[in-house]
């Protein structure tokens, strides 16, 4: 899905100059030809790699300089690049937007890509299901309008600038997945998107090498609020033990209201009950004081408390309600996030869920939940939690009674802090601890057989996918991402 919705361009050259204050040149060229004032760039990228034709190209410096690559841009077909400096060696003729500082050049698109939209905005951020959050709003939002979101977790300090100089200018609703792991860190990329609905989907202890306590997190989540447009509607998590903490620093940022969501009573959009079903689910719900049956596309309990949190968000901007309703129907699991695909074996046939992008404990409850073939086993493969501080062989360690309770029949896990998992587990639980995901690949080959349910989880950093993507080739994909 290209992330720029207009039939036109997303920037012309004069459009971008003011915006940045930036100076429009190329290096040599054709003098008739002035082609440093004639581009137009219909789509922004940071990533030589990705980059499509006719996009503006930005010269990040980051874990490298993006001013190495100007050859490479151009050669992949960047209408434009936006840099700190004209290098000797660039293109010649290639049109280049100048300067001080190419990520304040961002953040000035970014800003003037805000100002020159009318549509709604959302931001979302906790410490776990903000791209699965991200990924409902789109589709729950596409009946009601054209929807803007990053295909990515763009949710850093350039990939939030990235996502708002982005927006088209007619689009309705823009969504923006805004993260950290230091406190202050939110603060100004909630000012940049301006927000007209901030939510937080939880607060859990993620990042605690960064944190003394949780309740800091929550305080560094609650920064989202401080952004919010005038008017502006918090959406938080009503069974969270830091709710007071969050609804009291909305109001005191100046949030004209609160909408809840969970499972606790008096949840404006509370879960009263959870049933698998095949690949998705059907959940119980009331909304605003009316129960409703909903068939949703995306199992796990998590997921339904983060459909309900995307559901009140737009609701608060304003969405058909019951578009957005018939829309969890619609949903499939995101490439890394719970999608599931078939793998096929020699004499049989096997399931994949893919969680090689989430490191979320509670999702564990997928594979639990997850029907297994005739002598099939659950089978879990697990990459190690990161940032967790010094509790984090403990938090490791308490693994162990979650997948015991899920009914898990074979464990795999990569890295040193899963070794404090390992030594907890049944031992009839344990299939093989390995220093890195790598050393997992091979065994788990060998040991996936007919009517097992394989799951693959921890964060992208754990290097988990490696397991996931040696068992795809044998694949065939069953949920396409959403």
């Known amino acids: 899905m290209k992330e720029s919705l207009d039939n036109g361009n997303l920037w012309t050259a004069y459009e971008a100059a003011a915006a940045t204050g930036g100076a429009l040149c190329a290096r040599g060229g054709d003098p008739e030809h002035w082609t ?80 020159r939209n009318f549509g709604k905005r959302i931001a979302v951020t906790g410490s776990a299901g903000k791209t699965s959050t991200k990924e409902i709003l789109r589709g729950i939002l596409s009946p009601s309008g054209k929807v803007h979101a990053a295909d990515k977790s763009f949710n850093n300090h350039w990939g939030v600038p ?5 927006l088209p200018m007619r689009a309705d609703f823009g969504v923006f997945e805004i993260g950290m792991n230091h406190a202050g860190e939110i603060i100004p990329l909630t000012d940049l998107v301006r927000p007209h609905v901030a939510i937080v989907t939880t607060v859990a202890p993620a990042h605690l090498e960064f944190f003394k306590s949780i309740e800091e997190i929550a305080e560094a989540k609650a920064e989202i609020f401080s952004g919010l447009a005038r008017g502006g509607i918090a959406v938080l998590p009503i069974d969270n033990p830091h709710f007071a903490l969050l609804k009291q ?10 909408v809840t969501f969970g499972e606790k009573d008096g949840a404006d959009f509370q879960l009263l009950a959870y049933e698998s079903a095949g690949a998705g689910a059907r959940i119980t719900v009331k909304i605003k004081g009316e129960t409703r049956d909903i068939t949703v596309g995306i199992p796990g309990r998590h997921q339904a408390l983060n459909m309900l949190a995307a559901l009140a968000a737009a609701d608060a901007v304003g969405a058909n309600l019951a578009a957005a309703i018939k829309a969890l129907g619609d949903l499939t699991p995101a490439e890394g996030r719970g999608a599931r695909s078939t793998i096929k074996l020699v004499d049989g046939e096997a399931t994949l869920i893919d969680e090689s992008y989430n490191a979320n404990p509670a999702s564990i409850g997928l594979l639990g939940a997850a029907p297994v073939g005739e002598n099939g086993r659950r089978i879990a493969v697990l990459g190690e939690m990161l940032e967790l501080g010094p509790d984090a062989p403990a938090l490791h360690a308490e693994l162990s009674k979650l997948l015991v309770s899920a009914k898990i029949d074979r464990v795999y896990a990569a890295g040193g802090l899963m070794l404090h998992l390992w030594e907890a587990l049944p031992p009839e639980m ?11 690949v091979g065994p788990v080959e060998d040991d996936v057989a007919p009517g ?12 988990v996918s490696a397991v996931a993507r040696a068992l795809k080739p044998r694949s065939e994909k069953q949920e396409s991402t959403s």
């Open 36 to 115: 440093a004032e004639e581009w137009e760039a219909n789509g922004i990228s940071i990533d030589t790699r990705s980059l499509k034709p006719g996009e503006m190209f930005v010269a990040l410096r980051d874990a490298r300089d993006g001013h190495e690559f100007l050859d490479n841009a151009f050669e992949a077909g960047a209408s434009v690049a936006l840099v700190a400096h004209a290098p000797d060696d660039a293109p010649e003729g290639a049109p280049l937007l100048v300067v001080g500082d190419t990520l304040e050049g961002l953040r000035d698109l970014a800003l003037a890509a805000r100002q």
């Open 162 to 166: 990235l996502t708002l100089a982005r």
């Open 249 to 258: 620093r909305s109001e005191a940022a100046g949030a004209a209201g609160y």
């Open 430 to 440: 344990r299939g093989l601890h390995a220093g890195s995901a790598v050393g997992l």
């Open 452 to 463: 097992d349910v394989v799951m693959v989880k921890g964060s992208n950093a754990s290097q």
